[in-house]
């Protein structure tokens, strides 16, 4: 019987989506574990991961699947798009309302939860410093 169970608290859980929501790069799970340990001086690797993986089953984050690199995360949970730069692996949120709209598919049965768009290439700073 698969029954979903109310999860209990966790000061290790908030203190991650804490630290989620106070951060602009899109961390890795190796980047949340190593910004834990100063609260949590005996937090596991794998404790990292679990709550990474509640929290993103819960809808409290999202798990950005990089190309080629470890997941990252990022706790804002509203449709828009991000830039990879394939020089220096920075990510970040890019802003682009006008195409980044849930579609309407529902002449064809099917029905949208989510959409992710994202861009790849060089940025801005990496650009610079090439020229």
């Given at each position: 019987m698969n029954e979903t169970r109310p999860l209990r608290?966790?000061?290790?859980?908030?203190?991650i989506l804490e630290l989620l929501k106070?951060?602009?790069?899109?961390?890795?799970?190796d980047v949340?574990?190593?910004k834990m340990k100063d609260s949590f001086p005996s937090i596991s690797l794998g404790t990292v991961y679990r709550n990474l993986g509640v929290l993103n089953?819960?809808?409290?984050?999202?798990?950005?699947?990089?190309?080629?690199?470890?997941?990252?995360?990022?706790?804002?949970?509203f449709n828009h798009s991000h830039f990879y730069?394939?020089?220096c692996g920075t990510i970040y949120d890019i802003d682009d309302e006008a195409?980044?709209?849930?579609l309407d598919f529902t002449n064809e049965?099917?029905?949208?939860?989510?959409?992710?768009?994202?861009?790849?290439?060089?940025?801005?700073?990496?650009?610079?410093?090439?020229q």
């Open positions: 608290y966790s000061r290790q859980r908030e203190k106070e951060s602009r790069s899109h961390p890795s799970a949340v574990y190593e089953e819960q809808g409290l984050i999202n798990r950005i699947m990089q190309p080629g690199g470890p997941d990252r995360f990022d706790a804002d949970i730069c394939e020089n195409y980044n709209k849930k049965g099917h029905i949208v939860k989510r959409q992710t768009t994202s861009y790849y290439g060089t940025c801005n700073h990496c650009h610079k410093q090439s």
